[in-house]
């Protein structure tokens, strides 16, 4: 059996789980699988936390954004059990001439927005308090979509296949990145079951750099 997902746990630690599924977790926790076993340890602890805690419940949001939050900084994800989406840009503040329709921030120097499949990504550049670089605050969009399906995603920003710096996205699918060092970057959007994967992102505020 392969690596069980965070939700299945949950939905096993608080009940929710069918008998079957919950017998066919149980015993791949028991075999031995180190990382499964650290993370059902891990979903435990909120779990009971959760139950310690006599105040009002907290909304679905927060158990989401925590999630995202273990998902970025916690046991990476496997590779290859994700559709990767490379999203195209369809608006840069600084191209001419500037798309019509599509929405502009005012307050940004340089703007940009990706698309892929129902998912857009804004991205706006302005400079950082440390010379040399710029703060990037973005936003992650997709049609009708409800609180749940923007809160809590995992968003990392990497160079050379490395990555220097992650983050999650709060209730209105809104990230930042602070004090970014002008250059050309990859960020990803870690979803449930698709990535989408920017490449080749200038942090620039002209197109000289």
Request: charged share 20%.
């Amino acid at each position: 059996m392969r690596c069980i997902e965070i939700e299945q746990l949950l939905d096993v630690a608080q009940g929710r789980a069918e008998a079957a599924v919950a017998n066919r977790i149980q015993t791949h926790l028991v075999s031995g699988c180190a990382r499964c076993q650290d993370n059902w340890s891990w979903i435990q602890r909120i779990v009971h936390l959760a139950a310690a805690d006599d105040s009002v419940e907290p909304p679905p949001w927060v158990l989401n954004q925590a999630i995202g939050l273990f998902e970025a900084y916690g046991p990476q994800r496997q590779p290859g059990r994700f559709q990767r989406l490379v999203a195209s840009l369809v608006f840069d503040s600084l191209a001419q001439p500037q798309l019509v329709g599509v929405r502009q921030t005012g307050s940004a120097a340089r703007q940009y927005i990706y698309r892929a499949d129902d998912w857009d990504v804004d991205l706006s550049f302005e400079p950082g308090e440390e010379p040399e670089t710029l703060d990037i605050t973005g936003q992650v969009l997709k049609g009708e979509a409800v609180t749940e399906e923007i809160t809590g995603i995992p968003v990392h920003l990497t160079q050379a296949g490395q990555i220097l710096a992650s983050t999650v996205t709060d209730r209105l699918g809104e990230f930042t990145f602070d004090h970014i060092a002008r250059g050309t970057y990859d960020l990803s959007l870690e979803l449930r079951d698709q990535q989408v994967w920017i490449e080749h992102l200038d942090v620039t505020l002209s197109d000289v750099g």
